[in-house]
């Protein structure tokens, strides 16, 4: 388990450094079309082939990891920002304030994430903000409904109402003393997240709807693709291992993450004693 | 009982979450949507009747009122582009969503759950790497790159199975493979942790001191113990599945909601947008309530309390 977590990030270190250094890695324009050398396959020429304009397939998969990489760690940047504001100001707070989060939180979440995005990509047209801001409606809720369930342990604790017993201010409170413990949760949880908005991200691009036509993500080289399986396989067989690689990575990386951050879990050490016949399977599972 | 209806009337915050969210969606449209819908040079009448048919000349107080005695009704509105009811247009793609669904969701029971067995009964084993490998893959593996590779291998390459649309059973495999793999991973990790965990219990070793057979012991006398996280998990994940259908519809012409749903996006109907999105959240809702429900009946502790 632990080899594959390395390789985890091994891959993921890999396809992020590429795609921060894609202008120059990447020789060719990816919107550069050769109409006459279409359809042709991988060569040491092209590495990954060419698309059906002519178009060179590696350089629009690495250009295509930087938009979906940049709109992902936005999304899941953005979302855990709001859930952790606002899921732990609800929580200390308490009240109507924290009544109304609630009943929020249970509308969004009633709804289908995916569904609620693509809905809402649909109706107000494709682009950049529109993709991260539907992606955030559906987002945040998970971080925030984390974040107030432990806040509302937190704040009980000794610690907290010392501090209160103190004068501290209540977002000093949050800042210094909450917020520190929540570190590890968040950091576990938008790891998954990461992966989740990855993949909602290349579906809504698959279905024609994140972004304008003219820039590459993954989804679309999927889409473009999917309608050449016959000629020219290589154009969906790139992206969709970039894809799938990335996911299964940060997937990896999140147990990695999970363990190295909650030493509780390792089951090696601690749950060993208690029951010598325990097992791992508690470490490979989403919380 | 009271504690099941209980849980029933708890579903009427997410009722009311759906249908103002999916309310407050026609709003959102950039500019005018009934310009967009008919383009600049249609004719004012033309434009006035569409903007009365939907309600966009009303306050948005009374514009909600309308929208809910519509529902009431169960009326979603007039398609734009084939001006037959919305209702009608959902009624007759629903059959084929549910079956693509359903078979999915059985494929997805039919082999996750056997498999977890497997691996948990083979612990640290190669069978046991194989299914955590599997786990990895299946969640790992998106449907749209799936469903077209699946295509590409067994369609065209291998002539083995048709490609798309509706028709037979072996119209159904490719389409309810791509959209089960994913829940199939999720099942076959949830069966092996819970088979892992009950399988440490007392009874179980009781059951083989009294000298079970190895086939009663597990799939009798563990596995019973170990469906209540397998029911739950199947039940919420459901939801997923029927996101799914979105994507793999599209992937394999299959004339269900998902298509529908995409062919409204794409010639901007938004009643039949709005009519499908509700009808899908509405199914979700639904079926969370029942995974809710289920799990009380299976679970005689959270009946009590």
Sequence with gaps: ?287 | MITFLRRILTTIPALVGVVTIVFFLLPLVPGDPVDLMLGEQASSLDKAALKHDLGLDLKPLPRFAKFLSGLARFDLGTSFTTHRPVAAEIAERFPATAELATSAMALALLFGIPFGVMAALNKDRALDQAARLFTLLGTSLPSYWLGPMLVSIFALKLDLLPISERGGIEHLILPATTLSLGLMAILTQVTRASMLEVMKEDFVRTAKAKGASTAQVYFGHALANAAIPIITVSALQFGAVLTGTVIVETIFDWPGLGTLLFQGIQSRDYPLVQGCVLVVALIYVLVNLLAELLYAWANPKVRVG
């Design chain 1, 1 to 287: 388990m632990k080899r594959l977590r390395l390789f985890g990030v091994a891959v993921l270190g890999f396809i992020l450094a590429s795609a921060i250094l894609a202008p120059m890695i990447a020789t060719k324009d990816p919107n550069r079309f050769h109409l006459e050398k279409k359809f042709q396959p991988p060569s040491a020429h092209a590495l990954f082939g060419l698309d059906q304009n002519g178009a060179d397939v590696f350089s629009q998969v690495l250009y295509g990891a930087r938009t979906s990489l940049t709109i992902s760690f936005s999304v899941v940047a953005l979302s855990t920002l709001i859930g952790l504001l606002i899921g732990s100001w609800s929580a200390y707070r308490g009240g109507w304030w924290d009544i109304l989060t609630s009943r929020v939180l249970d509308m969004i979440q009633a709804f289908p994430g995916f569904l609620l995005a693509l809905a809402l990509v649909a109706v107000m047209g494709p682009s950049a903000q529109n993709l991260i801001f539907a992606l955030c409606i559906t987002g945040w809720a998970s971080y925030a409904r984390l974040v107030r369930g432990e806040v509302l342990h937190l704040k009980e604790r000794e610690y907290v109402k010392g501090a209160e017993a103190a004068g501290a201010s209540s977002s000093r409170i949050l800042v210094r003393h909450i917020w520190p413990n929540l570190f590890s949760l968040l950091a576990v949880q938008s790891t998954f997240g990461l992966a989740g908005v990855i993949l909602a991200e290349s579906g809504l691009s698959f279905l024609g709807l994140g972004l304008p036509p003219e820039t590459p993500t993954w989804g679309s080289l999927l889409n473009q693709g999917r309608r050449f399986l016959v000629e020219a396989p290589h154009i969906s067989l790139f992206p969709g291992i970039a894809l799938s690689l990335v996911v299964l990575s940060i997937q990896l990386c999140g147990d990695g993450v999970r363990e190295w951050l909650n030493p509780k879990e390792r089951p090696a050490t601690i749950k060993a004693c208690a029951t010598p016949s325990d097992n791992k399977s508690s470490s490979g599972f989403k919380g």
